[in-house]
């Protein structure tokens, strides 16, 4: 699985080999985004993290690896 965050102002966050299902992606950051006082789109990788406040958030891509050519 891909997940791409694209904001407002352009920049692209992605994030590479991301666990679990299309669904389980979906439920997951439905959660984040209903239970944060601030909602943030939060990219994990070994080395960093890479957190957006949800009000700076255009769109967002989530690619199964099916869908990846």
Known sequence: MKIRVITKSGR???QED???SY???IENFDKWFSGA???I???RTEKD????PLSKVDEVQIIAEEEQT
Do not use: A, K, S, Y
């Not at 993290?49 to 957006?52: N, R």
């Open 37 to 39: 006082d601030v909602p």
């Open 12 to 14: 692209i966050h992605t």
């Open 18 to 20: 991301t666990e679990g």
């Open 49 to 52: 993290t890479v957190i957006i």
């Open 41 to 43: 789109f939060m990219l």
């Open 23 to 25: 669904e389980q992606c």
